[in-house]
């Protein structure tokens, strides 16, 4: 069975007058396998937005290529396009129509009419919960009920692909769970679902993933197995003095500890009965510790030697 994602060296660079190109993929492969919810984790500038834009078929890459169930998305986009729903991060509904109207207007520019359009509508409509607000104003609506109804005109045509960026923006709580229930039940119709995100927890509901940074993957598996790649525990300590602190931690523990963001980091089994004794041992040095079970960030820092959103400026 051919992947349903297949990327294979891509890469891509924007120009910049006057000075080097900035490359925005360096080369990254990946597969995804059908009826998977696979994720691209990662902060701004890591490069998922260029990914996402290549595999809508909105951007040509500057190298290496990407194919959807065996159709180049470069050479064939209008072949690809007909095998992907695609949901962007920015609204794509006409918010002076009505949710129903949105869906038609939709379901003309792939070639669906008639009593077709209107079964398939009404299903989509009711697949989604918003069988009562068909009729309704799309500005009227809830962020939630509003990414719904974009979810359902993504779907419309019946793609083998879901594409999805950055799926939960702007929604409450409450939004992002029934939108992840959703996700996760397209699984059960064969629907495969990539998401872009920058939220760590949604990373963790997704069944593969990928840690994209600068351009690179960073890591590549389960949310389980990523987090496992760190043995023992993550401690943060904060100093006045990383440099000094991290040096002596060398020296009395035999703790292989590196200074980032201004504070000190290392990985150790059982830390909880170390840092007593780092303590007493540094009274002067130790502002604070904490002591934490493996997260996604921790895997993050762990494979790229800084921090989530250091030097990035917040999510894309």
Not at 55 to 72: H, K
Not at 149 to 167: F, N, Q, V
Not at 202 to 215: F, K, M, S, T
Request: include cysteine; charged fraction near 25%.
């Amino acid at each position: 069975m051919n992947p349903a994602v297949r990327v294979d060296g891509l890469r891509h660079e924007y120009k910049n007058p006057g000075g080097p190109p900035r490359v925005a993929l360096q080369g990254i492969d990946f597969e995804v396998s059908p009826g998977e919810l696979f994720g691209v984790l990662g902060p701004n500038g890591g490069g998922k937005t260029t990914l996402f834009r290549i595999l809508s078929t909105a951007l040509r890459p500057t190298g290496g290529g990407a194919r959807l169930f065996d159709t180049d998305v470069t050479s064939a986009p209008d072949a690809a396009r007909q095998k992907m729903g695609v949901v962007f991060q920015s609204p794509s509904l006409d918010k002076k129509l009505t949710v129903m109207e949105n869906l038609r207007h939709q379901g003309r520019l792939y070639g669906l009419h008639g009593a077709e359009l209107a079964a398939r509508s009404a299903e989509m409509l009711a697949h989604l919960g918003l069988a009562d607000r068909a009729g309704d104003i799309v500005e009227r609506l809830s962020g939630g009920l509003q990414r719904r109804a974009e979810i359902a005109k993504s779907l419309l045509h019946r793609p083998a692909l879901l594409l999805m960026d950055e799926p939960t923006t702007g929604l409450d709580p409450g939004a992002r769970r029934d939108v992840w229930t959703y996700l996760k039940s397209l699984k059960k119709e064969g629907v495969t679902v990539l998401v872009t995100t920058h939220l760590m927890e949604e990373a963790e509901r997704c069944d593969r993933l990928i840690i994209l940074d600068r351009g690179r993957i960073a890591a590549l598996g389960t949310p389980a197995v990523l987090k496992e790649t760190i043995r023992g525990d993550v401690v943060w300590v904060t100093t006045v003095s990383p440099d000094i602190l991290s040096a002596g931690l060398k020296e009395r523990f035999d703790v292989d500890a590196v200074v980032q963001d201004g504070a000190v980091r290392f990985e150790r089994d059982r830390a909880h009965e170390l840092i007593p004794q780092i303590v007493v041992a540094f009274p002067d040095l130790v502002a604070s510790a904490s002591v934490g079970k493996p997260t996604l960030e921790d895997v993050f820092v762990h494979h790229t030697g800084h921090r989530f959103w250091a030097d990035n400026g917040g999510p894309s």
